[in-house]
């Protein structure tokens, strides 16, 4: 179990990291003036990994909680 601890620790530093990094990618292709099907289909992606990080981000946090206790 002590692997599972270090995994939680890591993905709490990690995940706010990549979510941050994917929210200025976001941010970037948004500002484009130029609609394209790739300016799409990027955003859609991102948009993806966003949600990913968060939910990971939370079940993280809860995990952490829960063992806490």
Same mark, same amino acid.
């Given at each position: 179990?002590?692997?599972?601890?270090?995994?939680?620790?890591?993905?709490?530093? %990690?995940?706010? !990291?990549?979510?941050? +990094?994917?929210? @200025? =990618?976001?941010?970037?292709?948004?500002?484009?003036? #130029?609609?394209?099907? %790739?300016?799409? !289909?990027?955003?859609? +992606?991102?948009? @993806? =990994?966003?949600?990913?990080?968060?939910?990971?981000? #939370?079940?993280?946090?809860?995990?952490?909680?829960?063992?806490?206790?």
């Amino acid at each position: 179990m002590g692997n599972f601890k270090v995994d939680i620790i890591l993905l709490i530093f %990690i995940l706010p !990291v990549f979510a941050l +990094i994917g929210f @200025a =990618l976001y941010a970037t292709i948004g500002m484009m003036e #130029v609609s394209t099907g %790739i300016q799409n !289909v990027l955003v859609m +992606i991102i948009r @993806a =990994l966003l949600i990913c990080c968060l939910f990971f981000t #939370v079940i993280s946090l809860w995990a952490c909680l829960y063992k806490a206790e």
